[in-house]
């Protein structure tokens, strides 16, 4: 495993977006089966640092690697495309438990999005300086709230897992980086729109789960 920044120094955290998602072009497409690698046609127009980010063989860092094949590991024992957020058992996960974000995808009217924290792991809380549970996206990451949300809005529309390499400049400490993978699940459960009713299509990812990596310099 790569080594950590001390805790008791603030900082790190996994990102995501504002409020409703601009990126342009984008449309929900069917669940892709995951696995699937950059050059698949569905990303073809996206700028190439996101369909790079959408290639799985990417991920080198152990930590990431150890939850892509956690979650591939649900979604080949699932009946459905993508797993479902009911198969999270944390107890199978204690180690990335600390170190990641659960965000719920709030689908709106002509595929808009909210991204807003379900639960946030013990580390990232303290070094973050407070616990993130319910706070949308914008509210966490302010002015780099653009850059974070186009790597959730991929995970979320195209339904497949997500890398990218950030420093933390959304909380004034860029001199750490960290990476963080993100792995989409439907959530049948409670899937919601935006305006708090139940999603009328749960087959579409309803949770993201946000796993960060520090990078040592």
């Not at 046609?41 to 094949?69: C, E, I, K, N, T």
């Not at 495309?81 to 995808?105: E, F, G, K, N, S």
Request: glycine share 8%; net charge neutral; aromatic share 6%.
């Amino acid at each position: 495993m790569t080594a950590e920044p001390p805790v008791s120094l603030p900082g790190t955290a996994a990102g995501s977006s504002p409020g409703v998602s601009t990126a342009p072009g984008l449309t929900a497409p069917g669940l892709t089966p995951p696995g699937l690698t950059a050059d698949a046609a569905d990303l073809g127009h996206l700028p190439q640092a996101l369909r790079a980010g959408a290639d799985m063989s990417g991920v080198s860092d152990p930590r990431l690697l150890r939850a892509l094949d956690w979650w591939r590991g649900l979604a080949t024992v699932s009946a459905l495309p993508l797993p479902d957020r009911a198969q999270i058992d944390p107890a199978a996960i204690t180690d990335l438990l600390p170190y990641c974000i659960l965000w719920d995808v709030l689908h709106g009217p002509n595929d808009t999005r909210l991204y807003r924290c379900r639960l946030a792991g013990t580390i990232l809380c303290e070094v973050y300086g407070r616990d993130g549970r319910g706070l949308m996206l914008h509210e966490m990451f302010g002015d780099d709230t653009a850059q974070m949300q186009a790597g959730l809005d991929v995970a979320a529309i195209h339904a497949r897992p997500f890398h990218a390499e950030h420093r933390m400049t959304w909380a004034k400490k860029d001199f750490y980086k960290y990476r963080r993978v993100l792995l989409p699940f439907t959530h049948r459960a409670a899937a919601l729109r935006l305006d708090g009713q139940r999603e009328e299509n749960p087959a579409r990812v309803g949770l993201l789960m946000n796993v960060i990596s520090f990078v040592p310099e």
